[in-house]
């Protein structure tokens, strides 16, 4: 495949039949980004020796507010650990079979304000910014580009891996699980490993630039003017690979409803109870 046609067909498959933008500056990099999937089946083979360490650098290498580096990791390939990991996600009920245990390696991603809390106090500081709602938005977004950085990274050098928001069904038990400090939590896990060539993930859809875009000021637009675009490109894509035949609104609909939250309800409680206290 030349140049040209593989990146051609990385924005058809992004984009399906909508419009794509055709002044996109290429390089190896952009390619590798417009290239991601999730994946959910991998082979037996454990990371290659220093993946984890490739992963970490390059997530330490993510911008992280005011240099407080509020992130933390736990990698878990312990499989006892994976099982019980898999419980909390429900992992089977996405992939109908159990990718979490699967997975060689799960990452848990940790919005960390333990280290700054204890440095404060020692030094004799009041650390009462942790008990705002932007702390917990700021060690959580840190831990979100470091995970991002990482993902792209593991994807990289070859490895795939899903997030798993599902971990935090039962951040309480997760909390206790991996023996978390307080002013800390998993923001969310992620299963990698190396993508099982027999079950293959493929790139999903994503709507038209003009949906997410806005130049200079936001444009309010009718969902109705782009959702049709949009709906015809998943559709062609669950006709592709076999999927089971539903809408993209019918998923917004259920992602919006109580039933999608099946425990996360709990999530202010258990932050609370860890020195969040939100206000
Ligand atoms: C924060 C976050 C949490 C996610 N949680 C889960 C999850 O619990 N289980 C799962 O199977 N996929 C999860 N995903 C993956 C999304 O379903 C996936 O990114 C989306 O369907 C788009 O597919 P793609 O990543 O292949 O482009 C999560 C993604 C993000 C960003």
Do not use: C
């Not at 909390?175 to 999903?204: E, K, W």
Request: charged share 25%; no cysteine.
């Amino acid at each position: 495949m030349t140049d040209s046609s593989r990146r051609r067909a990385l924005l058809e498959a992004r984009y399906g039949q909508q419009a794509t933008p055709e002044n996109i500056i290429w390089n190896e990099q952009i390619e590798t980004l417009l290239a991601h999937r999730s994946v959910r089946a991998f082979t037996d083979e454990p990371l290659p020796e220093g993946a984890l360490e490739t992963v970490v650098a390059a997530a330490q290498s993510a911008s992280t507010s005011s240099n407080l580096h509020q992130w933390s990791l736990v990698s878990v390939s312990d499989p006892e650990t994976k099982a019980e990991l898999a419980r909390l996600t429900h992992g089977a009920k996405f992939a109908g079979f159990d990718f979490v245990a699967q997975a060689p390696s799960v990452l848990l991603w940790v919005a960390d304000m333990s280290r700054s809390h204890e440095i404060s106090v020692e030094k004799g500081g009041d650390p009462v910014v942790t008990d705002y709602l932007d702390s917990f938005l700021m060690s959580s977004v840190d831990a979100a580009l470091a995970a991002q950085n990482g993902l792209v990274a593991a994807e990289a050098i070859g490895l795939g891996g899903v997030y798993l928001g599902s971990l935090r069904n039962h951040a309480k038990e997760l909390a206790d699980l991996i023996g978390l400090p307080a002013y800390a939590y998993v923001v969310f896990g992620m299963a990698i490993g190396t993508p099982d060539p027999h079950r293959p993930s493929a790139v999903h859809p994503r709507p038209a630039q003009d949906v997410v875009l806005h130049r200079e000021r936001y444009r309010t637009r009718p969902t109705k003017e782009w959702i049709e675009d949009y709906e015809i490109a998943f559709k062609d894509f669950r006709t592709e690979y076999g999927l089971r035949d539903k809408t993209w609104s019918h998923s917004v609909v259920m992602g919006m409803g109580l039933e999608y939250m099946d425990g996360r309800e709990n999530l202010r409680r258990t932050l609370e109870q860890r020195g969040y206290l939100l206000r």
